[in-house]
């Protein structure tokens, strides 16, 4: 049977319920390499309740500095509205100032990884992640137009670097897809403990809603799938009607059925949260929505001649070969094998890669 703690906190005392996590959670962290994965949707202040806050993060990495682990990265790939702005997005949230010097630009390094052929046969995924023995994601409590809720299976989407999230948007079309897409990204590495920044959560047209909602808790488990059941039930909609959810327990990663999951602390649901409509139709027919998506798949890395010192950095970093040195000796990108992941235009070090 999973786990899921209800914790009371503000962000002026959370750390009490960072530590209740760790008791009921433990980790075995001391000489671990240790990655923890806010989430930095996009460049946005605290106060906006986009990306974790950072007084969580602050928490959480104190607490695991304090359990000696070997490394510890504290890193994110922003979402579609941000690619190539890490720092800015980190220093913007305040997320930057709460790693305490553990922040790492983790959109710069990545490696190829086998995909689900029928939406991608490769993506790249962030190296901290492969590499990490320990993985700590810690998402928002939030709506999402296409998946309802974003939280803890969501939250691994940003493994991926750069326009690849975009892309495979567009290869996943309608919603359903999308839902059984987001799980098969969360399968490539399932985090070992989530913990839910849900002192202030985000209600109406999320993830980027004005409607802000005083919730006062973070919530965590060691398994994702009931952590997200136990996050949709607060907000008032049946797990067992999110198709992510379903396909999760299908893979055998967990279990939505509220019975099946014992609660630490207090399950209510929220009085009057307001959701998107299940299944999301109305945003991704929105021509809008669907243009920005198109919009951001079509763009490709393009070097810029006066800029490019030939050094190959960038050939090298590509982790599906897209890359190569042209007569002018100048990289040029094979359109057809680009990942989008826009890795190469994070590592170039003359900043001589744009996105046209
Ligand atoms: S990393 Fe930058 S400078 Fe080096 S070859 Fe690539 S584009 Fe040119
Ligand atoms: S060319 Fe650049 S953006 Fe395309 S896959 Fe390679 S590293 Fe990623």
């Given amino acids: 049977m999973s786990r899921v703690m209800i914790h009371p906190a503000s962000y002026e005392n959370c750390r009490e319920a960072v530590d209740r996590t760790f008791q009921l959670f433990p ?61 800015l997005c980190f220093q913007k949230s305040g997320l930057m100032e709460a790693a305490k010097g553990y922040y790492r630009n983790i959109g710069n390094d990545s490696l190829p990884k086998d995909f689900n052929p ?36 969501k939250n691994s989407y940003g493994f991926l670097p750069g326009a690849q999230k975009a892309k495979l948007h567009k290869a996943a079309g309608g919603p359903e897809r999308f839902h059984e897409m987001l799980v098969e990204v969360f399968r490539l590495r399932v985090p070992d403990l989530v913990l839910v920044d849900a002192v202030i959560g985000m209600e109406g047209n999320g993830p980027a809603s004005p409607d802000l909602r005083n919730i006062g808790l973070i919530l965590a488990s060691d398994n994702a799938v009931a952590l ?12 067992g009607r999110l198709r992510f959810l379903q396909k999760a327990k299908e893979m055998g990663l967990g279990d939505y059925e509220l019975k099946s999951i014992e609660i630490s602390g207090k399950l209510i649901p929220i009085p009057g949260f307001k959701i998107p409509p299940l299944g999301g139709q109305a945003n991704v027919s929105n021509p809008a929505v669907q243009a920005f998506i198109d919009s951001r798949t079509k763009l490709k890395p393009q070097v810029d001649p006066e800029l490019c010192t030939a050094c190959g950095t960038c050939i090298d970093q590509c982790a599906v070969s897209a890359l190569f040195m042209d007569d002018g000796r100048i990289p040029v990108v094979d359109a057809d094998t680009c990942i989008t992941c826009f890795c190469c235009q ?11």
Avoid: W
């Fill in 27 to 87: 980790l075995e962290i001391a000489g671990k390499k240790v990655l923890v994965k806010p989430n930095v949707l996009r460049s946005s202040e605290p106060q906006e309740g986009i990306t974790t806050h950072p007084a969580v993060l602050r928490a959480v990495v104190e607490k695991v500095e304090a359990l000696k682990p070997a490394s510890l990265i504290v890193g994110d790939n922003p979402g579609m509205f941000s690619y190539g702005q890490n720092e």
């Fill in 118 to 153: 029928d939406f991608m046969a490769k993506v790249s995924l962030s190296r901290a992640v492969v590499e990490a023995d320990i993985v700590i994601s810690l998402p928002k409590f939030k709506t999402h137009g296409l998946t309802v809720i974003t939280g803890a299976i």
């Fill in 228 to 239: 997200d059941a136990v996050i949709a039930a607060m907000m008032g909609c049946d797990p």
């Fill in 346 to 356: 994070e590592m170039c070090p003359e900043k001589a890669i744009s996105l046209r």
